[in-house]
T-cell receptor, first 115, second 110 residues
């Protein structure tokens, strides 16, 4: 199956710093990438949908100025958590969808801890 | 009301037992249905799609009831390796967004 990677797999940072998370499709071109967040014992919540070369579409309640998404190529999308605070600590997971495909392939996730 | 609701469990069962659980979804226009498996601190992985006629994949059987808007998963002859959280996932009709349930935790004991 298609492989999606994320980097870093975990990060610990101080409050107020910005953190960039990369999501790459390794063996296919992803027209659409999705960013999710999962808090402990809760479901994955979609944060935004990102299409290559266009602005991301954010879900209600997700601040676009705080969670910057760049989808510059068909194989790479980045999520930057700006001025991170402890309440942003979570498991961030990306997924990628191929053109004309239904299945989403998930990355291994990035565990963010903000001190 | 949440889009997808699941019994969180946990379901603690002995090896070899059968375990079954459901989820309900609120959007009657939903088109596609899936069960994903998520292990602790890992990403979700597709277990199986769910079709209207019901489908089976080895020891796993999924059923869909559109009239009542619920989906079920049955695991026969449980193995220790089946211990995981099972996520019910629904896709809408107009886009490729997935809605996830919070998961049902299954623990299979020796």
């Amino acid at each position: 199956g298609a492989v999606v990677s994320q980097h870093p797999s975990w990060v610990i940072c101080k409050s107020g710093t910005s953190v960039k998370i990369e999501c790459r499709s390794l063996d296919f071109q992803a027209t659409t990438m999705f960013w999710y967040r999962q808090f402990p014992k809760q479901s994955l919540m979609l944060m935004a949908t990102s299409n290559e070369g266009s602005k991301a579409t954010y879900e209600q309640g997700v601040e676009k100025d705080k969670f910057l998404i760049n989808h510059a190529s068909l194989t790479l999308s980045t999520l930057t958590v700006t001025s991170a605070h402890p309440e942003d600590s979570s498991f961030y997971i990306c997924s990628a969808r191929v053109a004309r495909g239904n299945e989403q392939f998930f990355g291994p996730g990035t565990r963010l801890t903000v001190l | 009301r949440k889009e997808v609701e699941q019994d969180p469990g946990p379901f603690n069962v002995p090896e070899g037992a059968t375990v079954a659980f459901n989820c309900t979804y609120s959007n009657s226009a939903s088109q596609s249905f899936f069960w994903y498996r998520q292990d602790c601190r890992k990403e979700p992985k597709l277990l199986m799609s769910v079709y209207s006629s019901g489908n089976e994949d080895g020891r796993f059987t999924a059923q869909l009831n559109r009239a009542s808007q619920y989906i079920s998963l049955l695991i026969r002859d449980s193995k220790l390796s089946d211990s995981a959280t099972y996520l019910c996932v629904v896709r809408g009709s107009n886009d490729y967004k997935l809605s996830f349930g919070a998961g049902t935790t299954v623990t299979v004991r020796a």
